[in-house]
């Protein structure tokens, strides 16, 4: 079935460093990319997503690359903050069978920006 | 953007009690909703796809008896536990369909003692 690898599991920057974590996927059908900021005893937060049609997107310090040949997509977090300090979580939608319009996500990446 | 309100934020039961969890789309019409559980340090993992006016399709493993899933309006999603027991304290997070993508909920603390 559809897969999401995500890595790091953990990521430690330093305040002004940028961030990097990246995501592998299975089903060359999907078609969507989110990714979403989960805090300590909250619901996970949208914070960036890219469709298939583009290559990157970027939102101020947060960008989302998307290599559909490879089947991996990366956030890019630049000019780190502590407040960017949370567990992040890729996904995409399943665009097949039992897994069709559901989100398949990664393991999370929990990343702590020291100042 | 969308907003999906989940309620309570927290709950505490007793064993062999049931618990209700809503979900609500505040500025949309979800016609599907998710219903996820997360333990500590760990991703999200998904319980049921729940469509407005039909039954919820449950994912592999997950007791349809015992999480009930109701979506009678196309603003409402409830998550009943029925007879909690501890090993049922998680973390539980819906999710809605909303016309971009997906929104999630704050998320229900269920503590069972």
């Known amino acids: 079935g559809e897969n999401v690898e995500q890595h790091p599991s953990t990521l430690s920057v330093q305040e002004g460093d940028s961030a990097v974590i990246k995501c592998t996927y299975s089903d060359s059908a999907s078609n969507y990319f989110p990714w979403y900021k989960q805090e300590l005893g909250k619901g996970p937060q949208l914070i960036i997503d890219?469709?298939?049609?583009?290559g990157e997107k970027k939102d101020q310090r947060i960008a989302v690359t998307l290599n559909k040949t490879a089947k991996h997509f990366s956030l890019h977090i630049t000019e780190t903050q502590p407040e960017d300090s949370a567990v992040y979580f890729c996904a995409t939608k399943g665009a097949w069978g039992s897994n069709t319009g559901k989100l398949i996500f990664g393991q999370g990446t929990t990343l702590q920006v020291k100042p | 953007g969308a907003v999906v309100s989940q309620h309570p934020s927290w709950v505490i039961c007793k064993s062999g009690t049931s618990v209700k969890i809503e979900c609500r789309s505040l500025?949309?019409?979800?016609?599907?909703m998710f219903w996820y559980r997360q333990f500590p340090k760990q991703s999200l993992m998904l319980m049921a796809t729940s469509n407005e006016g039909s039954k919820a399709t449950y994912e592999q493993g997950v007791e349809k008896d015992k999480f009930l899933i109701n979506h009678a309006s196309l603003t409402l999603s409830t998550l009943t536990v029925t007879s909690a027991h501890p090993e049922d304290s998680s973390f539980y997070i819906c999710?809605?369909?909303?016309?971009?993508?997906?929104?999630f909920g704050s998320g229900t603390r269920l503590t069972v003692v």
């Open positions: 500025d949309f019409q979800a016609t599907t």
């Open positions: 999710s809605a369909r909303d016309p971009y993508g997906y929104t």
């Open positions: 890219i469709r298939s049609n583009v």
